[in-house]
């Protein structure tokens, strides 16, 4: 299998696709402006206490309170606690956190009541992004991941995967930990380690050392509450810190500077694969050229087809997700059982790739055709669970109840991803009446003609479907070589699957949008 990742930098989002032989399996978006990310930390204060459920709720700068558990205050919170205070209390002197004595870890069955107090500065990390109605999850048992380490401040311990079965292994990489890491830091060796190298090991430590330093002076230089003092790695970056293997085949970009971020990063944790890392210079949009923009648009929707008229029904409700296998107009097997089972194993293998793909966590329930045959229901079972060990995120898959029902637990960290796949017409604007067809052409040249003449902008790209590019680009006196002839060479017709069938965008040379859209009320 061979893996591809794909960033599409846009001036108002970030978008990531991770393709597995060339189909799609992971999409995720980011606002460039969004800050409130998986990972990230604050110096907060605490807003309300909520003795009834043992929690409170702490400003982030959201528009929401955040939630913090009594419980995710973790064993060490009074250790981070007391240093944090000394930190806010001293801004000239830096206490390293070696030197730290820690204190006793919190009671299990203690109360936030007794723990925290209204108006205090505490150290949250964000778990959950906003989800819905809710605002942030938090916890204070600070980590700092890296692809083969995760640093824990105010512990001692090493803890080593249990993926890694070795018990050799397993012992080298606990004593190895013990000997590099510094005093009252615990760490976490990945699954990913197995097999490293010390100077690598040592030089990831180093790393994430150095995040806890920079988060440290943040602390004590900061004069508002809340503040950021530790930033998560960017999207692309932090999903390629997870994912990163040997089966990577490339990484393709169109931004100069997150090429740059990317490179940088490949180069530090393999520096024998950065030459996979390329930058699109394309004239194409990215997507449409990996030809991701179709598996988006057949790929989201209420309605997703697999194979051979097969098709599942997609519905997210309040408090779960609810997925229906339909076989549609199949008739391939002639026995019922033997139909329903392929069709089964179908859904199965397509779910997996939805669950991923839409990062759908919470409750999924999933009505597969009635099977008579046990070792049918069991075949289908091993499927699911075969398929799902691709999936990072934390899931729990019961066997088939006695009404044919499967249900999945998926860890859920982020909303999952909705993409409307439906297109409002970009001509008459939901009325039901637009201007003649034949007359798209003429509207495009009036617009050349104002941006030329009159806003005197000489290079742009016009992006149009692709079914009305070859239209313009036909023939040797094309209708984009009379539009050049006529209004200049600075002239580019880009086709744009993204695009409605009579939409258009014009692009200035440094890719801003030139908003020349206009809505004409139909008498």
Partial sequence: MTSELVVDVQPKEVSIALLEDKQLVELQKEGRSLSFSVGNMYLGRVRKLMPGLNACFVDVGYEKDAFLHYQDLGPQFNSLEKYVKQTLSDRKKLNPITKATLLPDLEKDG??????????????????????????RLTSELSFAGRYLVLIPFNDKVSVS???????????????????KPKNFGVIVRTVAEGKRVAE???????????????VVKIQKATKFPTLIYEETSRAVGLLRDLFNPSFESIHVNDEAVYNEIKDYVTLIAPDRAGIVK?????????????????????????VSYKSGAYLIIEHTEAMHVV??????????????????????GAADELARQLRLRDMGGIIVVDFIDMSEAENRQKLYERMCQNMQKDRARHNILPLSKFGLMQITRQRVRPAMDVNTAETCPTCFGKGEIKPSILFTDTLESKID?????????KFSLHIHPYIAAYVNQGIMSLKRKWQMKYGLGIK??????????????????????DMKEEIEIK
Avoid: C
Avoid at 162 to 180: D, F, G, V, Y
Avoid at 279 to 303: C, E, M, R, W
Avoid at 324 to 344: F, H, I, M, W, Y
Avoid at 450 to 458: A, D, E, G, Q
């Fill in 111 to 136: 109360t936030v009541s007794n723990t925290l107090k209204v108006g205090q500065e505490v150290v949250v990390q964000i778990v959950k992004e906003p989800i819905s109605t809710k605002g942030p």
């Fill in 450 to 458: 104002y941006l030329v003449n009159k806003l005197k902008i000489k």
């Fill in 324 to 345: 229906d296998v339909n076989s549609g107009n199949r008739t391939k097997n002639p026995g019922q059982e033997a139909n329903a089972l392929e069709v089964n194993l």
């Fill in 201 to 215: 090991l040592d030089g990831e430590l180093k790393v994430l050392l150095k995040h806890w330093e920079d988060a």
């Fill in 162 to 180: 249990q993926k890694i079965k070795s018990s050799a292994e397993r012992a080298r990489l606990k004593q190895l930990l013990m000997s590099i």
């Fill in 279 to 303: 930058l699109y210079k394309g004239k194409l949009p990215i997507y449409d050229n990996f030809g991701i923009t179709k598996q988006v648009k057949s790929s989201f929707g209420k309605a």
């Fill in 493 to 514: 017709i880009i086709p744009n699957q993204s695009l409605a069938f009579l939409q258009y965008v014009f692009y200035d040379p440094k890719g801003e949008e030139i």
